[in-house]
């Protein structure tokens, strides 16, 4: 074990053991010794329905039994109150000792609720367990009452999109549902863009290494966009900000879960389900899904080449197959060993086997003459990428007396493995349109990552309106990559090893940080003030030549603030500056060259360095009658060392000849600048709609580098539109528009280019406006609506088209494709449960629904 692990380790073990042991507070705060305050009651509970449903809002007061010697009768005495949580539970602080009191329960809908109590010595702690409220029958037999949250929720640090809206990506995958999340673009390939940058993916709140296309659609619950983190969250992923996919895991007493099916028009089918049970003191949760891919994407590239004798211009159409399957399964467990204190351990296994398959025609011939094609040549190639993935997650959650104070604990291990190989034969012909050669090559590759992150955060309020958060995380990746290239020698009538254009490399990349965030309100204005502090270093070996690289950055200072300031008329304003970096990753670093297609050539560049990005904000909401809301960002983010694309030449071993090679440098600055705007409308009981814009100017200066992207004006825009109408049926409609923009700053995807290798170049150009429409109809049936059937369509018009235009000293290039165009799936949906534990009655033996409350 390293000795910069050991530190952490140990510096966690002694975080925990001070917040276990909960040594006194400071005196001067509540709570501490200079308040010399008399002993105090705490009474706690839980407020559900009779199906052991949490209550959100409720009312709960407590009121002080009086005698009252002039009418000599007893009265009752407003003492305090509050509202239940999301959660139901509800908690009172400093209550009388040795007095009667009565805890009142009412809520619109329901029967009201009288408990009388009395808090004595040495019992001055009460937990009241799970207090039921029936239903008004009235109520019941003349309103028809509907849960359903709304599609968009705006919060002051985030936007949170809820997928049980989302008809469109019913049976997909994350990908799916980030199409139509409002501010989020999505290309064909599946690379997502927040504000034109790629933005970090979260789980549940902690960082991955899942892809997209490895979630189903169908675990996630919502979607929660931040486009300005605070200190609390990892600063890796520069300003383009986060994505927190929230996963489902439903705690209700009983059990309940879904099952799905589906199929698209080229007989791809999908399927999967969910289960969770819960009982007592304990909570199991299972998800699982299968889903096979059958994408078809064609394709056509016109390069003219500047550097050539003579000049050449190369005409490529391509006709890619990809079929595969995906599997994913979760198991979860959570252990609620007693009111304050959690321990939660779930386990993820993800399997991936993808065969794509490719033609690609191509034609060469000179830029200046009349026409007539000088050499034809078609590529077929067959290829084959596995992916093996499985993790565990263990938590700990404590919560304290005082309310909002609670420490976690968090230790997150994911461990994949990935196969791939491919094979490749062009066929040259002559002007009869014969074959005269054969070109034989072949690929192989093997790589492994491991991941390790250990992170605890402690949460303390001061007095009513003061917080500190505070909390450290060591990030320890370990991760190798052995790609191998052959071609045939038909002398020998054996594949032949090309060494330099094969490498076997490794790397260890450690991230370890320390946060502390104070923030609070005055009134109607709020503040959020952070600090975060961040260490790295990365080795990295290439095994086929011994040759090391070493890269060591100290600490480096994250600050962030914000600042709220509620007006009249439900209005907000926010403020929010930030630092975040962007550390070069695997791909961007290894000096590995890709010489598998001899038109999109790449390699790494070991000397990369971090990029730092200055983030500003400012945010106007407004909510207005009938669910209607407005939320408006002005936003500018500065980059310093920006990691971009960069052609160079270089001479190319397979060919023997000098050739274009896509690389990576830091570029002296970048900026983007932008105005968003998101509005979220119920215009009716059987219509509501979110419409989101965003226009933005972006430009990147390299210096005396030749691949300056000159300023652009564009703007993006997403429209989703939900109706309902003959009761039972639901219809989705969604919209996107692209105008003409430059191309993402980084995607950090990888070694570049879209899946087999296809040709393009991002080093300098722009994107050509495109739009699309999606469109999902949904039937509900059966007793409660249990089950459903869902009919969706994406790109109807067949427009969503991915035209790229790039240049640099050495080429110019105008290249499109389009994917998976009209797409139809057709979905199956059924939810089961009992909520009310009576299956589990045998087995708890007198432990009583009450043993365990769900924090």
Do not use: C
Not at 215 to 234: C, G, H, L, M, Q
Not at 333 to 340: A, E, G, I, T, V
Not at 400 to 415: C, L, Q, V
Not at 523 to 537: C, D, P, Q, T, V
């Amino acid at each position: 074990m390293s000795t910069h692990l050991s530190k952490w380790l140990l510096t966690l073990l002694l975080l925990t053991a001070f917040i276990t042991l909960k040594a006194q507070p400071p005196a001067g705060f509540p709570g501490g010794a200079g308040m010399n305050a008399p002993a105090s009651g705490h009474l706690t509970g839980k407020l559900v329905d009779s199906a052991g449903k949490a209550i959100n809002g409720a009312s709960a007061i407590i009121l002080q039994i009086h005698y009252d010697s002039t009418t000599k009768k007893q009265k009752e005495v407003l003492l305090k109150g509050v509202a239940t949580k999301s959660n139901g539970a509800f908690e009172f602080d400093e209550l009388p000792i040795g007095k009667p009191l009565v805890i009142t329960f009412s809520n619109t809908g329901y029967k009201p609720v009288r408990q009388q109590v009395t808090l004595t010595p040495p019992n001055t702690e009460k937990d009241l367990g799970e207090i039921k409220m029936e239903q008004e029958q009235e109520y019941l037999s003349t309103v028809v009452v509907t849960a359903s949250s709304k599609a968009l929720k705006l919060d002051l640090d985030k936007k949170v999109f809820n997928v049980d809206k989302n008809l469109v990506s019913s049976g997909g995958t994350a990908q799916d549902v980030m199409k139509n999340v409002p501010g989020i673009n999505v290309d064909i390939d599946g690379n997502v863009t927040l504000r034109n940058s790629t933005p970090v993916l979260y789980i549940d709140g902690r960082p991955t290494t899942l892809t997209l296309d490895q979630i189903p659609a169908d675990a996630i619950e919502s979607v929660e966009i931040i486009t300005n983190p605070s200190a609390k969250y990892d600063a890796s992923g520069g300003g383009a900000g986060i994505l927190n996919v929230v996963l489902k895991k439903n705690r209700k007493t009983g059990y309940n879960g879904n099952i799905r099916a589906g199929i698209d028009k080229r007989g791809g089918i999908n399927g999967g389900g969910d289960l969770n049970i819960r009982q007592g003191k304990f909570n199991i949760t299972s998800s699982a899904m299968v889903n096979q891919m059958k994408a078809r994407t064609t394709g056509t590239t016109v390069r003219n080449n500047l550097t050539t004798d003579p000049l050449t211009t190369i005409s490529q159409y391509s006709h890619t197959r990809e079929n595969g399957t995906f599997l994913f399964g979760k198991l979860g467990f959570d252990y609620f060993l007693s009111d304050k204190t959690t321990l939660s351990l779930s386990g993820v296994r993800v399997h991936g086997e993808m065969k794509p398959s490719e033609v690609l025609d191509t034609y060469t011939d000179s830029l200046f003459t009349n026409g007539i094609v000088s050499t034809y040549s078609q590529r077929n190639t067959s290829s084959m990428r596995e992916f093996n993935g499985g993790g565990l997650v263990f938590g700990m959650k404590q919560t304290f007396k005082k309310p909002g104070e609670e420490w976690t604990f968090d230790a997150n291990y994911f461990s994949g493995k990935m196969e791939s190989s491919a094979n490749y034969a062009t066929d040259y012909y002559n002007s009869a349109k014969e074959i005269y050669n054969t070109y034989l090559q072949k690929a192989t590759g093997y790589g492994n990552d491991q991941n390790l992150v250990l992170q605890t955060d402690y949460t303390r309020p001061f007095g009513k309106s003061v917080k500190l958060e505070t909390g450290l995380r060591a990030a320890l990746r370990k991760r190798e990559n052995n790609n191998q290239n052959f071609t045939y020698n038909p002398a020998t009538g054996q594949y032949e090893n090309v060494v330099s254009a094969s490498t076997y490399y490794a790397n260890t990349d450690n991230v370890y940080a320390a946060y502390a965030t104070v923030s609070g309100n005055i009134k109607n204005f709020g503040y959020k003030i952070g600090l975060r502090a961040e260490s790295s270093e990365y080795n990295g070996e290439l095994k086929t030549t011994g040759e090391k690289f070493s890269n060591k950055y100290p600490v480096s200072l994250f600050p962030s603030l914000f600042l709220s300031q509620k007006l009249s008329d439900n209005q907000e304003l926010q403020f929010s500056i930030t630092r975040r970096i962007n550390r070069p990753n695997f791909f961007n670093l290894i000096p590995y060259t890709d010489y598998s297609d001899s038109l999109n050539i790449t390699r790494g560049n070991p000397g990369l360095k971090p990029e730092f990005t200055t983030s500003f904000e400012l945010s106007y909401l407004k909510t207005f009658n009938n669910n209607h809301s407005l939320l408006a960002s002005v936003y500018y983010k500065n980059t310093t060392d920006l990691i971009t694309r960069y052609i160079d030449t270089a001479y190319n071993p397979v060919s023997g000849k000098q050739d274009l090679i896509n690389t990576f440098i830091n570029a002296n600055s970048a900026y983007t600048t932008g105005l968003e705007l998101t509005s979220t409308n119920t215009i009716n009981k059987w219509l509501d709609m979110s419409t989101n814009i965003n226009i933005y100017n972006s430009k990147i200066e390299t210096g005396d580098k030749t691949t300056s992207q000159p300023a652009l004006w564009s703007w993006f825009g997403k429209y989703n539109a939900n109706v309902k109408f003959l009761k039972t049926f639901t219809a989705q409609l969604s919209a996107t528009y692209q105008s003409k923009t430059n191309l993402p700053v980084n995607t950090n995807s990888g070694m570049g280019g879209p899946p087999m290798m296809q040709t393009m170049s991002a080093s300098q150009g722009y994107i050509s406006a495109n739009w699309g429409m999606d469109l999902a109809v949904k039937k509900t049936f059966l007793k409660n609506n249990a089950a459903s059937v869902t009919l969706s369509v994406s790109d109807i018009f067949r427009t969503r088209i991915n035209k790229q235009y790039s240049e640099s000293d050495y080429f110019t290039q105008q290249y499109n494709r389009l994917r998976d165009p009209q797409m139809v799936r057709l979905s199956f949906n059924y939810r089961f449960g009992k909520m009310d534990a009576s299956l589990f009655k045998r087995l708890s033996k007198g432990t009583g629904e009450n043993a365990g409350s769900s924090y």
